[in-house]
């Protein structure tokens, strides 16, 4: 069955990595969750897509107190997903402002999911794929996909790079998706979650290539375009 992977929560209809995007995203018939997870300058994981606030300061530059009220923790992002599964993406990627050597947050975000004992509800991703690896030194029983936007080497090549790494699925944009990276994936064990997907007609054309999850800020669109499959 193809997943509905709720981008940030509900985001075309709430604003994005809420809770409110996050719990509407259950009442419009999301099976996941895809949400972000950065640090604060006093070691606190909040829900963030870009290093910086809209006005311009830099979320690791500042303390959990001194960001807004519509900035969640990663624990109350997670009490808000009850009843679906989550994909964290841990944003730690060379060029930002926050990115960091010693992976505090995968760190963090695994302990959380051992914590929590969230292994069968929780897929770790990031495009930065050292973090991945390390997730999967941490604690193998967590389900980690690597997120990829550049091509660097043929499809076959990356497919059997990631299964032999022992991660899940591949995570790639929706431009990149073909059948020839569908067939790379599937001769690999690997399942693909594509991103990010409004289109219903695209999103018909997924489905019959053979995609796992759709990832898409209209997650209602993409219940009624399965449901019609």
């Known amino acids: 069955m193809v997943r509905v992977i709720a981008h940030r929560g509900a985001s075309a209809a709430a604003p ?19 949400l972000d997870a950065r640090r604060t300058a006093d070691g606190k994981v909040i829900v963030h897509h870009d290093a910086e606030l809209a006005d311009g300061r830099t979320i690791v ?30 944003k730690n990627w060379p060029a930002d402002p926050d ?19 969230l292994h069968d509800r929780v897929l770790i991703s990031c495009f ?5 690896q ?13 997120l990829h936007i550049l091509i660097d080497r043929s499809w076959e090549e ?29 001769a690999h064990g690997l399942e693909v979650n594509v991103w990010t997907v409004d289109d219903p007609d695209r999103m018909a054309q997924l489905v019959a290539l053979g995609v796992h999850g759709l990832c898409t800020n209209v997650p209602d669109v993409a219940r009624h375009v399965l449901d019609a499959s």
């Open 99 to 117: 990115f960091d050597e010693t992976e505090s947050v995968a760190r963090a975000v695994v302990g959380l999911v051992q914590e929590r004992s």
């Open 158 to 186: 990356l497919a059997a790079d990631v299964a032999a790494d022992g991660h899940t699925a591949l995570h790639p944009w929706d431009g990149l998706v073909d059948e020839a990276l569908m067939a790379a994936a599937s």
């Open 61 to 90: 530059e500042l303390e959990r107190v001194e960001l807004p009220d519509h900035v969640c923790d990663l624990t109350d992002a997670l009490d808000a997903c009850e009843g679906m599964s989550i994909n964290i993406e841990i």
């Open 134 to 146: 390390l997730v999967r030194e941490l604690d193998p029983a967590i389900r980690t996909a690597f």
């Open 16 to 34: 994005e990595n809420t809770v409110e995007a996050f719990r509407l995203a259950h009442e419009l018939g999301a099976d996941w969750v895809e």
């Open 128 to 132: 930065h794929y050292p973090t991945i």
